[in-house]
């Protein structure tokens, strides 16, 4: 679990921010209106008010920057040399301790103006005070300016960092620039680190994870080291010695012995033992890299002098872990992150021994003695001379064996295959599992027309007693549906009754399928207006004529249709002067049609229905009812109309004038002074 996490330390803003932040929130957040002729003790405790909340509220900024920002001195060595050669501890800490002596001050400043405020005699004095007090926070943190500029710069980049745990496990790769760490970082982890063919590529650590053994391995990619003087090098450099110097963790030290690095093996070496102070205690392996280039066997004997060096100096750190001195497993190892060859292995040896050295560790520290204390191994003794074997039922022994020789008997078809001449020659049966009367069957090919049928209409040799089953099926629903065609609702009809029933069906099916002609020929049949269509098929004439010919009454039927259907205007007019009854002056008809022709008068406009109208299917028991729900309705919303305020979605229109900097009398001159 990482301890430190800088990517939530708060923003620090610069100084013009910082005050424009503060005085924003005091005009927003303390009273405004205040009048001279107000007691005086409500004036004072108005301007002390402002003066207090100033103050609290650059105390609790100020105090949030320096809580968060980590102390050099708390935190893990490895964060701390860290931070030093990144960003200067000095530096670092004079920035801190400005921000911690301007909250004093703006403490002490606030107390000593709260206190001349008690005396205020008057609104102007009262006033004069306030500004002065508000004058003397805003120029102290003026003054801290460039600290807080350099604290955010600082913030941004610790934001950037890796994660690193520097208590759990841990793999470190080292070595001169260029030699194939990050190459074999990206082989073993799901890190993407730039791998580029010059020197310095990687300038800071890098992190990555993998897992071993069912555990998560933390493996640190670090910049190139160069083999010079410790004060000569530069930060890149001082953040590998860093991670060497504070992590516990095993030590790769790669070797390029191709020397296509621009570096010979002996100023690998060099660099090598100028630094070996900093794996003491820690699991040592030197990886020579490159072997696609250039094999360890192939090298001078110089060169191979060089290496069998370091390897003693690794051996030591395995004698010094309590192994044994000929064990030279896991010490020097080949590979090439080119061809992936020896990639796996190189891991597995250092996650290996890092994981013996951690268990070593454990065993010798205190702690292993409580926990000791509390197992019990319990080994069972025997009490005589005989032999007590374990008891296994004679079935389960027999199911087992043939269990056994299932397994060994039964061949995959992948077997098969490359025993009978491999892919594209061996040619996998489909038929062989077929379940019929006689095996030999299942080879045989199975014809789908035989003399000029299907096969699969012959197949069922009861297909002729289902067919005959099936019609006589089918002559019973018919017979029941004829004999339930003449009888509505419960009741027999009488023999003419069914005959007009059975004319009317008949047309009916008739209409159904002159309308399905229709409807297919839509597209390609022109469309004929209604006074060119000589037919008149659908009029009330001919309904009349042919429910008459039935021997049915059709006026009920034409009267419905033509109230259903829209008169013309004259013909409407005239009913209606026609409903007036008796009021009207007796005239005569001739006279009395030519001027309702010329009176005739537009239809009506359409009107709305009544609000406390009820609608069938509202569930509302009459009007009264009706008008009380939606009086109810309104007065329930009322509240919360009055309550929608501005949100988030709305439409907003910021504030660009802040009335703290704005407001009042100006005079010729700045306008940002407070």
Known sequence: MVQYNFKKITVVPNGKDFIDIILSRTQR???????????????????????????????EKLSTIIDE???????????????????????YKLALGQINTARNLISKIAKDYVKLLKYGDSLYRCKSLKVAALGRMCTVIKRIGPSLAYLEQIRQHMARLPSIDPNTRTMLICGYPNVGKSSFMNKITR???????????????????????????????????????????????????????????????????SGSCGYSIAQQAALFHSIKSLFMNKPLIIVCNKTDLQPLDGISEEDRKLVMEMKAEAMKTVIGQGGEPTNEEGVLLTMSTLTEDGVIAVKNAACERLLNQRVELKMKSKKINDCLNRFHVALPKPRDQKERPACIPQAVLEAKAKQAAEKEKRKTEKELEDENGGAGVYSASLRKNYILANDE????????????????????????????????????????EEGDDFVMDGQELSLEEQEALAEIRKKKSLLIQQHRMKKSTAESRPVVPRKFDTDR???????????????????LAINRARSKSRGRKRERSVDKREGDGGDAMDIDDNQASKKLRLRSTSRSRSRSRPPGEVIPGEGLKDSAQKIKAIKLAKKSVLKRNKNARRGEADRVIPTLKPKHLFSGKRSIGKTQRR
């Not at 964060?79 to 030093?84: K, P």
Request: with cysteine; proline share 5%; glycine share 4%.
């Open 191 to 257: 890190a993407d680190v730039d791998v580029q063919p010059y020197a310095f590529t990687t300038k800071s650590l890098f992190v990555g994870h993998t897992d071993y053994k069912y555990l998560r391995y933390q493996v640190i990619d670090t910049p190139g080291i160069l083999d010079r003087p410790f004060e000569d090098r530069n930060i890149i450099e001082m953040c590998s010695i860093t991670a060497l110097a504070h992590l516990r963790a095993a030590v790769l030290f790669f070797l390029d012995i």
């Open 537 to 555: 098929k659908f009029t009330t004439g001919r309904m009349g004529r042919q429910l008459s010919s039935l021997g049915l009454d059709p006026s």
């Open 69 to 91: 920002f980590p102390r050099l001195d708390d935190i893990h060595p490895f964060y701390g040399d860290l931070l030093h050669v990144l960003y200067n501890k000095d530096h």
């Open 29 to 59: 957040q303390t009273p405004t209106v205040v009048h001279k002729g107000y007691a005086i003790s409500r004036l004072r405790q108005f301007y002390m008010r402002k003066v207090k909340y100033t103050q609290q509220n650059f105390h």
């Open 441 to 480: 069957w299942k080879e045989d090919t199975m014809p789908e027309i035989l003399d000029g049928h299907n096969v699969y209409d012959f197949i069922d040799p009861d297909i002729l007693l289902r067919l005959e089953e099936l019609e006589r099926e089918e002559g019973l629903r018919q017979a029941e």
